[in-house]
């Protein structure tokens, strides 16, 4: 049973940093991509980055890239966003999501991804 929880979003000035995380859970030996997407009311969802699980490639979209970096630690099987400069425009809801299949790509595209977590509200105050 693959899960995906997020947490430590939160409320921040614009400028400021934040750093939210996927504790990923069963079978991870089988995760091939690792990706944050976020969605802003009204807004469809957006890409914002993925790496490959076990590393050596890594993919931003290009409204935060400069700003936001993804990695993992391998021995919890956590993944972090560290999210910093950040800009009202950043506000949204964020979104952990898992592929388990295909190839070990970093995709933007949203439909290649399997499992999702249940989000984290990011919230920049300008």
């Known amino acids: 049973q693959v899960q995906l929880v997020e947490s430590g979003g939160g409320f921040v000035q614009a400028g400021g940093s934040l750093r939210p995380s996927c504790a990923a859970s069963?079978?991870?030996?089988?995760?091939?991509?690792i990706a944050w997407f976020r969605q802003a009311p009204e807004k469809e969802r957006e890409f914002v980055a993925a790496?490959?699980?076990?590393?050596?490639?890594?993919n931003y979209g290009d409204s935060v890239k400069g700003r936001f970096t993804i990695y993992r630690d391998n021995a919890k099987n956590t993944v972090y966003l560290q999210m910093n400069s950040l800009k009202p425009e950043d506000t949204a809801v964020y979104y952990c999501?898992?592929?388990?299949?295909?190839?070990?790509?970093?995709?933007?595209?949203?439909?290649?991804?399997?499992?999702w977590g249940q989000g984290t509200q990011v919230t920049v105050s300008s």
């Open positions: 790496r490959s699980w076990n590393g050596g490639s890594t």
């Open positions: 069963g079978r991870t030996a089988n995760y091939h991509v």
């Open positions: 999501s898992a592929r388990l299949r295909g190839m070990v790509v970093p995709s933007s595209n949203s439909d290649e991804y399997d499992y």
